[in-house]
């Protein structure tokens, strides 16, 4: 079992950055892939960001270039840095674990709201 908690949510104007952190514990030592997703009412969970064990990463063609998605295996964290934020990007965002066995452990999510 993994747990997963968010942080770094919140207010911020378009234009502006924040970093979403995801912290796992548990069976931390079967992690492969750290992702992030969001989603907004009414529309189904998209997907935003991942990262391997290799480093290797993917993106959301609607945040390249403007989000970092990276992971420190030290402090079993994964964050997103989140630049030039745009409205559009309102959702609540949500941390995503899959084990080596490819178990998926999610995190209750933090909100994240740009205004323009």
């Known amino acids: 079992q993994v747990q997963l908690v968010e942080s770094g949510g919140g207010l911020a104007q378009a234009g502006e950055s924040l970093r979403l952190s995801c912290a796992a514990s548990?069976?931390?030592?079967?992690?492969?892939?750290i992702g992030w997703f969001r989603q907004v009412p009414g529309k189904t969970r998209g997907f935003v960001a991942d990262?391997?064990?290799?480093?290797?990463?993917n993106y959301a063609d609607a945040v390249k270039g403007r989000f970092t998605i990276s992971r420190d295996n030290a402090k079993n964290t994964g964050y997103l840095e989140m630049n030039s934020l745009k409205p559009e990007d309102t959702a609540v965002y949500y941390c995503?674990?899959?084990?080596?066995?490819?178990?998926?452990?999610w995190g209750h999510g933090t909100q994240v709201t740009v205004s323009s």
């Open positions: 990262i391997d064990n290799l480093g290797i990463t």
């Open positions: 995503n674990v899959i084990t080596s066995v490819l178990s998926n452990f």
């Open positions: 548990g069976s931390i030592s079967s992690i492969k892939t």
